[in-house]
């Protein structure tokens, strides 16, 4: 009994020196919370290339695993190793040829519409200030409303040619951002075509880890969270990258038709902004009307709104629904407050992952809630 006491005396000292210990560690956190968010950015961001290497890894497995399902069939290739290589070999061919044409073919048309968005600034000026002197005139503003309007936006753009004017001095450290930024592409293909390669190693290690260190009554539902996760997270990525090239490529040749100036820079943008759920397509699109505007006048950015906008309505409703299927499952509430938390969090990696990721704990979490329902009915019929 006397045993037993100091046992118990002892697990509580015991408690309560942790908990102590924790009230300290976490008092000392708050009082140096800026030196531990540096802390913790600095790991992140060296971490960064590694996780970019996994994440590409990811996506690229998706037409790699395909051609390594038909190379049996159609070159008759009957090693598992043979068919492995050559559909990395095609896959990075496949990327290499698409990095080589977006540098030699878009990238210049990209830099010359940037060039002559810049040294036409005067131009721009003209163009905004003739739209609003239309606007004002329409709704009757008054003459000292406009001048106010019109001195305000003198400001905007003398202001935006001193941002310009003040770069230069900044092209030191813009030259140790390449540096960073191609050791950290080199970084990245390296962990990618290593997991590649070795995929079956890697899911033999985290199967063995998993079930090493978790307890077997949650074994069985670890594995089929993470086949959730994958599931989700591919068909995500295939819907979204699909539906921003139909979207590239349809306002590309929009704006041909339509004799709209750059149409390389805005429709590459535009597609861009598609990746990110919700807020992006109308960010991308609202930007590119204004550049328009600037560039073209109120004609064109009317007729590029329309454009766009239909090409937005037939993407959201016939092509976006068929490839993303019932993957996700959200509500657009759901979506949004997914891409605003992960994007305040995280930034623009954030935005790119919040909607799949949202998708995967919302499907866990339904799975969770069924099977306790699921128990406590059987539990209730055996009473």
Not at 141 to 156: F, M, P, Y
Not at 179 to 206: D, Q, R
Not at 243 to 264: C, F, Q, T
Not at 304 to 331: H, R, W
Request: net charge positive; glycine share 8%; hydrophobic share 55%.
């Amino acid at each position: 009994m006397k045993r037993l006491l100091n046992d118990e005396k002892r697990g509580l000292i015991i408690s309560v020196a942790l908990m102590v210990f924790g009230a300290v560690l976490f008092f000392m956190l708050l009082c140096k919370l800026s030196a531990v968010r540096a802390f913790v950015g600095s790991v992140l961001r060296a971490a960064a290339p590694v996780a970019t290497g996994f994440a590409l890894a990811f996506v690229l497995n998706i037409p790699m695993s395909f051609i390594e399902r038909k190379l049996p069939q159609t070159l008759k290739v009957k090693k598992p190793a043979a068919a492995r290589w050559i559909a990395l070999a095609a896959v990075l061919a496949i990327v290499m040829g698409i990095a080589a044409a977006v540098v030699t073919l878009i990238v210049p048309r990209i830099i010359e519409s940037v060039e002559g968005l810049l040294s036409e600034t005067s131009g721009y000026a003209e163009n905004v200030k003739a739209f609003l002197n239309e606007v004002m005139d329409k709704i009757s503003v008054s003459q000292g409303t406009a001048e106010v309007i019109k001195d305000a936006l003198d400001g905007v753009f003398e202001r935006l040619r001193g941002a310009w004017n003040d770069m230069a001095p900044m092209l030191p450290d813009m030259t140790y951002g390449i540096v960073t930024a191609i050791y950290s592409v080199v970084v990245t293909l390296v962990i990618c075509i290593h997991s590649l390669a070795n995929k079956e190693g890697l899911k033999g290690f985290l199967h063995r880890f998993l079930t090493a260190v978790l307890p077997k009554k949650h074994i069985e539902g670890v594995f089929d969270g993470i086949g959730t996760a994958k599931s989700v997270f591919r068909k995500y990525f295939v819907a979204q990258l699909t539906s921003s090239a139909v979207i590239a490529a349809l306002s590309y040749v929009g704006m041909r038709v339509l004799s709209i100036p750059n149409p390389e820079f805005i429709a590459l943008f535009v597609s861009f902004g598609a990746l990110i759920p919700i807020v992006g397509p109308w960010i991308s699109i609202g930007v590119s009307a204004i550049i328009v505007l600037m560039s073209g006048g109120s004609a064109l950015a009317f007729r590029f709104l329309i454009m766009i906008l239909v090409i937005q309505l037939v993407e959201d409703n016939l092509i976006y629904p068929k490839l993303i299927g019932s993957a996700i499952g959200m509500t657009g509430l759901e979506v949004l407050a997914a891409v605003i938390i992960a994007g305040g969090l995280f930034g623009i990696p954030g935005l790119l992952i919040a909607v799949p990721t949202a998708a995967v704990v919302r499907k866990l979490f339904k799975a969770w809630v069924n099977r306790r329902n699921i128990r406590r009915a059987e539990k209730a019929e055996t009473a």
